[in-house]
């Protein structure tokens, strides 16, 4: 992926406003600074031996602009959530509503109802305004209290809602498929010849969204994870031959089960869909788990519930969205690993006792943790500073600790994975001490 065009934003036009927010051009007079077009914040900060830096692959800075594309005034900007629940939802809408209107001036903003949908008048889902006394005290709830869904909507239906509602920027607070709905929005917005900032904000427990370092709620995630795993791990020390397993979110990344992982020190194996592993044969897991408990009397497994994917011969349930569902019975690799590890201890007549744990749900249903709160907050104050200033397709990250405009094609393009070969699974490996589950 190389090119300057690819990492280039789109604006929808010239700014010409002066920003209400009253911040300065100087550096040294103890007052923020606006940020201008041309920071860049690079892509790639290694250099392999020799390799020349290439500064066409960085993003452009976000921040507040000196002048805005839109007159505050008269903004009318919408706020719509989709896909699956995440800490920090919430936080994210309070600080959009709250930043718009105290600190742009914007008098309206409207959510939308139950994600998408809440676009399609065929569902029936009125929108409602978004002031801030509407939005005071949502960020200690979990959820969404705009409600969300998955599936997809006609682009040209949700554009004609957003001209008769007279939005001018369209908050999009979702995972993967809410950035391609988003997208889908902006490109119909276009055609059409409207002036329609449509920002992204990226959303998900399961951390897979590339080109920003984490996303909100991963974090919160991670933490009752661990608490899941802890659970596991008193549960196994305390009995003979004692093992937890634990099952976890992360449908094609496993991005929470490593970091949980990690987090609670007590984990011996970690298994996660971008790593291959046997179960069966002298290298698989449960022949690990027998020499294990012979010699240090427990163990702590945890899955990622994408390992799932191996279940699957060919295809499997899906949701609304098109992705697999890995709740499903047939393709529940916690439930599947349980049987197996149980069938074959039985089989090698070794008594065990078997503990199994799947937080599911529990890991997302909660309220954002203090670091995710902060980082929610941050999102959606860049957000706002980029529709403001007419940045449309666009999605805000965090990129080495900068704040960042991703093109959403760009966002669209790639897919967000441990890689087996970096860091983060050295770190896993060297934890759990676990070896390669295959010959
Ligand atoms: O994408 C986030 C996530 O929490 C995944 O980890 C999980 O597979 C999926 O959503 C389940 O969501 P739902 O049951 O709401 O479709």
Same mark, same amino acid.
């Given at each position: ?23 300065? $051009? ?99 889902? *009125?929108?409602?305004?978004?002031? @801030? ?65 449509? =920002? ?11 080109? =920003? ?12 994870? $661990? ?41 011996? =194996? ?8 046997? =179960? ?33 011969? $060919? ?57 995710? @709160? ?52 050295? *770190? ?12």
């Amino acid at each position: 992926m190389s090119g300057a065009s690819e990492w280039s934003v789109r604006n929808l036009g010239e700014r010409r406003v002066l920003s209400p927010l009253g911040l300065s $051009k100087i550096a040294d007079d103890e007052i923020p600074d606006y940020v201008p077009d041309g920071m860049r914040v690079l892509h790639d900060v290694e250099l392999s031996p020799g390799e020349i830096p290439d500064t066409s692959r960085s993003f452009e800075k976000a921040g507040p602009r000196e002048y805005l594309f839109f007159d505050p005034k008269t903004t009318r900007a919408g706020i719509v959530t989709a896909g699956g629940l995440c800490p920090g939802i919430n936080n994210v809408i309070r600080s959009l509503v709250l930043h718009l209107v105290y600190k742009y001036g914007v008098q309206h903003v409207t959510g939308f109802r139950y994600g998408f949908a809440g676009l399609d008048p065929a569902s029936g889902f *009125a929108p409602v305004p978004l002031g @801030a006394e509407d939005v005071l005290h949502v960020h200690a709830r979990g959820g969404t209290m705009l409600g969300t869904s998955r599936g997809s909507h006609d682009p040209g239906v949700m554009v004609e809602t957003l001209a008769k509602s007279r939005i001018d920027c369209l908050f999009a607070i979702g995972g993967d498929g809410t950035m391609r709905a988003a997208h889908a929005i902006s490109e119909e917005a276009i055609k059409r010849g409207m002036n329609l900032a449509v =920002v992204g904000i990226p959303k998900t427990i399961d951390n897979d969204i590339p080109f =920003v370092d984490k996303t909100f709620g991963f974090e919160t995630a991670v933490s009752m994870a $661990k608490i899941a795993i802890d659970a596991a791990h008193t549960e196994a020390l305390s009995a003979l031959h004692g093992i937890g397993l634990v099952r976890l979110m992360g449908r094609s990344a496993g991005f929470i089960a490593a970091h949980a992982a990690l987090a609670s020190h007590d984990v011996n =194996v970690c298994l996660v869909p971008e790593v291959r592993f046997d =179960v069966d044969g002298p290298h698989g897991l449960l022949a690990y788990l027998k020499r294990r408990l012979e010699t240090r009397g427990h163990a702590v497994v945890v899955v990622a519930e994408g390992c799932g994917m191996r279940l699957a011969a $060919k295809d499997g349930p899906r949701d609304a969205s098109g992705n697999l569902r890995f709740a499903s019975a047939d393709l529940d690799i916690g439930t599947y690993l349980k049987e197996r590890i149980e069938h074959y201890f039985a089989e090698n007549a070794m008594p065990i006792s078997l503990k199994y744990i799947d937080p599911s749900y529990m890991l997302r249903g909660v309220p954002a943790n203090a670091i995710d @709160a902060v980082f929610c907050d941050e999102l959606a104050r860049y957000a706002a500073h980029a529709a403001m200033a007419g940045k449309t397709d666009v999605m805000v990250g965090r990129w080495h600790r900068s704040f960042t405009h991703v093109p959403l094609p760009l966002a669209l393009s790639a897919k967000k994975r441990i890689d087996p070969h970096k860091e983060l699974w050295l *770190a896993v490996t060297e934890t759990t001490g676990q070896p390669r589950f295959v010959a």
